[in-house]
């Protein structure tokens, strides 16, 4: 099977393995208490450099992720400087 490259959810053409959400703090603050309320505990990091491997975190250990983006994310990634993302895994 071919790579996809990354795209909007709804526009995808596979359920991918894990997705990025960004927003403010009080939006992801919102998503990570609904994962707690199923009994769904995220990690939290903040790895200054690889923020961007939060995706790859949540894949490996089968958790999501809550991480603030690094400065390579906010250059790279055009994510804002007062967002941060949450990891979810797809069922």
Not at 6 to 18: K, Q
Not at 53 to 66: C, I, T, W
Request: aromatic share 8%; glycine share 6%; with cysteine.
């Amino acid at each position: 099977m071919a790579l996809k490259h990354d795209s909007p959810l709804e526009t995808a053409e596979v359920v991918p393995d894990v997705a990025v959400i960004y927003g403010t703090p009080t939006q992801i603050s919102a998503i990570a208490k609904a994962l707690i309320w199923h009994g769904i505990f995220p990690e939290i990091s903040s790895n200054w450099s690889f923020g961007c491997s939060a995706a790859v975190g949540a894949y490996r250990s089968k958790r999501p992720h809550v991480s603030i983006p690094s400065s390579g994310e906010v250059v790279w990634g055009w994510s804002e400087e007062d967002e941060i993302s949450v990891s979810p895994l797809s069922t």
